[in-house]
Structure formats: structure tokens, C-alpha cells
């Protein structure tokens, strides 16, 4: 093998469970491994990237990754780490969410179109599981697991509490063996012997490696990776805004950026173990590089790279850069202008804002009635005060009273950003 697929993971800080022998199995075995995504969503968020991440560590150590993309699954629910039962999604709205997730881990995974000797493979559940009737997985899937072997699963037992208020459905319950079903299925026909996934899915993996016993008279293999916490205790993955998609529509490099940019630094410390792919001696040089100076944030901006490069591609990291520096650092009319409409939106975002009609910018704004008229400043006097100053700015520009606003002016064609000293903004937008 190229490397030590497990001792990679656990110095990174990423092993949980693992199952005896699978260590030695890997180094002495190519293996087929796979991880499930469940398509919830037409996008992945970035709770997804650990299991992602870990398939593209099982293929720089040798190995053949299979990204499992559950589209009969998805029908059904996991009912892992959920105290309630989930919407279940009809047939056309999966199908969507199948195909976008499907084409997210392209970007992350080298497939059989790339110059690579273990191409990933990528399978929908959906395929092998919509012609198997119930009376036959019944028979012949349900007859091997025991109602009190699914009864002692962690994601079981928690939901049979007596202080839950949900209990849990027989479709939930029955998530388990569809799961397990799914390793038995790829390791009869793609003769797969590993699955991963998060902590929170070992009882789903290990009724697989059961199945595998029982069913195929054979062994498979299971590991699982911690699942990511913050050290505030508030969720990984979650903003105000609600999740940071890999999306770029959804969430925009320039907001996928900020939010590795502003880790703490004990999160940054675990963070550039697990979400990049530098080695250990350089990732040391760069934790003991931060700790002399933290507010250069070396960390957090390493991680911020790498991780927006690997994710939107090095375009997408240089404009979320720029847009960066519009707020903090020093930026022209020409860079604004630059970003397009959601990343300018993103970077002023919270920024106070007026409407004005096109007609008022097509006939020429003066200066003083742009500030004054528009609730940016209270009056011409203190606009006049401050352009004395040479604190007045448009769109990054220091202006004269002289100055008048045109079309020529626009970002977007719909926006003026108009600025006061260094920090206070206010947007002006045409209708």
C-alpha cells in the first residue's frame, strides 16, 4: 500500500471504532471501501466533507473508494443521532437530490475518466433495492437479524427510552437492515470489504458485517470517524444563516471562506489535521508558526485555502481573497466591481441600505444629496464636514463635492457603495 490508511486517520485525530483485524486486512489488501451520503438535500454540507475527505485518504493510500449515494435509503430515513422521525422526500425531489450530490462528489473523487489505477466508483442503493419485493427481503434479508440484535443498536435504544417522546416507526426501524443490506449487496458483487462513516452509524455498519456473516458466509470490515464538534459546543457546519453548503450557489466561496476564516484557534488546531491534506511535520510547523502570533490567523487562513481550493477550485479562493480584502484590507472600484452580485451581496451583508429609483442615477446624484437624503448621514452639513475631512467615499473611491453619481457608477448595475472613514458603509440600491 502507499500508506498507512488507518494510522493516517488516527494521528489526524479522525478514527473511532474500528473493527479487529481491519487495520491489517488494509495494509495487505487493494480493498473496495465504501461510505453512504444520504441525498436530504441537493447539496452536501460540510458535515459531509469528513466522509468525503476519508475516501480520498482510501485512495491516496491505494484502495478503491465507492461513494454510496442512497437514493432507496433516502426513502426511508436514519433514524442515527435523531430524536425525531424525518420527512420523507417523494420520488421526484429525491431524484433531484440524487443527482446534485452525485455531481458534488465528482469534484473530490478521481473516477474512471482520470489517469488513476484505483478509480472511484459512484452507486445509487435505488439500483439494486426497487425490484426487491417486501415478501422477499423479509424472507431472505430479515430471517438473519434478530429483532433483539436490532433492539441493542445505540440509535435504537435511545429513540425505546422512556423519556422519548417520539418512539420510532417501523420504517425507521427498519433502516438498519436496508443499510446492512447495502454492504452484503456491494460485497457480493463489487466484492467490497470495508464501511466507513461517522461514529453515530456503527450500529447501521456492524448489521452489515452481520449480514455479510450470515448471508455471504464471509468477513467484512467497519471503521468510523469521530464525529466534528466545536470547542464552544455550538454545531460544526451551522451558521446564523443555517448550513454552509458545498454549493456555491447556496453558499458562496467568499461565505464558505469566512467560515473556516473564523475558527477559533483550538478549533483551527484540529481542523487542519482533518480538512486538509498537508503532512504532519508540516502541519506542526504551522500550529507552533500560530501559536507565536495568533492574530495573524495563520492557521485558520491555511485551512481557509485549502479547503476553499479543494472545494470551488483556486479561482473561486483568489475572488473570496478579494472580496476579503474589500472589508479589511485595501481594494479599488475595480475590484469591486469584480465580484459578482451574491459575493458583493455576502460581503456587505448586515449593511444599512436605501432604494433609489434608476431615474435619480440617470439624471446625476450629487454627492451631498446621496449621503444626506438617504438616512446614511443626518444632514448636508456634517456630509460637507466630512468630505473637508476627505472621509467620503464611493465604491472605494474618495470623492469631492463636486462628484455626481452615474450609471457608470454601479456594481452589478443595481448597487453604490457609499462609505464614511474606514469602517461605516451604506448601500445604495437602484430600482
Request: net charge negative; with cysteine; hydrophobic share 40%.
Amino acid at each position: 500500500m502507499k500508506m498507512n490508511f488507518v494510522e493516517e486517520l488516527r494521528w489526524r485525530g479522525m478514527l473511532h471504532d474500528i473493527m479487529p483485524d481491519t487495520e491489517e486486512y488494509l495494509l495487505k489488501n487493494k480493498t473496495r471501501g465504501y461510505i453512504g451520503f444520504d441525498p436530504t438535500a441537493d447539496s452536501l454540507h460540510i458535515g459531509s466533507l469528513v466522509p468525503i475527505i476519508i475516501l480520498m485518504h482510501f485512495q491516496k493510500a491505494g484502495h478503491y473508494p465507492i461513494a454510496l449515494v442512497g437514493g432507496a435509503t433516502g426513502m426511508v430515513g436514519d433514524p442515527s443521532g435523531k430524536s425525531d422521525e424525518r420527512n420523507l422526500l417523494d420520488e421526484e425531489t429525491l431524484a433531484k437530490n440524487v443527482a446534485g450530490v452525485q455531481g458534488q462528489l465528482a469534484r473530490f473523487l478521481k473516477f474512471e475518466d482520470t489517469e488513476v489505477e484505483n478509480p472511484a466508483e459512484l452507486v445509487n442503493n435505488y439500483d439494486w433495492m426497487k425490484d426487491i419485493s417486501l415478501i422477499d427481503f423479509v424472507r431472505d434479508v430479515g430471517k438473519h437479524i434478530t429483532v433483539n440484535y436490532m433492539m441493542a443498536k445505540d440509535s435504537v435504544k435511545k429513540r425505546f427510552a422512556p423519556d422519548s417522546e417520539t418512539g420510532m416507526s417501523f420504517t425507521e426501524f427498519t433502516y438498519q437492515l436496508f443499510q446492512g443490506y447495502d454492504f452484503y449487496h456491494l460485497y457480493k458483487e463489487k466484492n467490497c470489504m470495508l464501511q466507513m462513516g461517522g461514529s453515530d452509524q456503527w450500529g447501521n455498519i456492524t448489521t452489515g458485517t452481520e449480514l455479510v456473516r450470515r448471508m455471504g458466509q464471509g468477513k467484512a470490515y467497519a471503521l468510523t470517524c469521530k464525529l466534528i464538534t466545536k470547542a464552544d459546543g455550538t454545531k460544526f457546519g451551522k451558521t446564523a444563516g443555517g448550513n454552509v453548503w458545498l454549493d456555491a450557489n447556496r453558499t458562496s466561496p467568499y461565505k464558505y471562506y469566512q467560515y473556516w476564516l473564523n475558527s477559533s484557534d483550538e478549533d483551527a488546531e484540529n481542523y487542519i489535521k482533518i480538512f486538509t491534506f498537508l503532512d504532519k511535520e508540516t502541519i506542526e510547523a504551522l500550529i507552533a508558526e500560530h501559536k507565536q502570533a495568533p492574530h495573524l490567523r495563520i492557521l485558520q487562513k491555511k485551512i481557509g485555502e485549502e479547503v476553499t481550493i479543494m472545494t470551488h477550485g483556486k479561482e473561486a479562493y483568489e475572488n473570496a481573497i478579494k472580496a476579503s480584502n474589500i472589508l479589511f484590507g485595501k481594494s479599488t472600484t475595480s475590484d469591486l466591481k469584480s465580484l459578482d452580485e451574491q459575493t458583493f451581496l455576502d460581503v456587505f451583508d448586515g449593511v444599512p441600505q436605501a432604494e433609489i429609483k434608476r431615474s435619480v442615477i440617470e439624471n446625476g446624484l450629487d454627492i451631498i444629496a446621496a449621503f444626506a437624503e438617504n438616512g446614511f448621514l443626518k444632514s448636508n452639513g456634517e456630509v460637507r464636514r466630512a468630505l473637508k475631512e476627505n472621509s467620503i467615499s464611493v465604491n472605494k473611491e474618495k470623492v469631492t463635492e463636486d462628484f455626481v453619481i452615474t450609471p457608470a457608477d454601479l456594481i452589478a448595475d443595481k448597487f453604490v457603495l457609499l462609505q464614511r472613514g474606514k469602517k461605516s458603509y451604506f448601500l445604495l440600491k437602484v430600482i
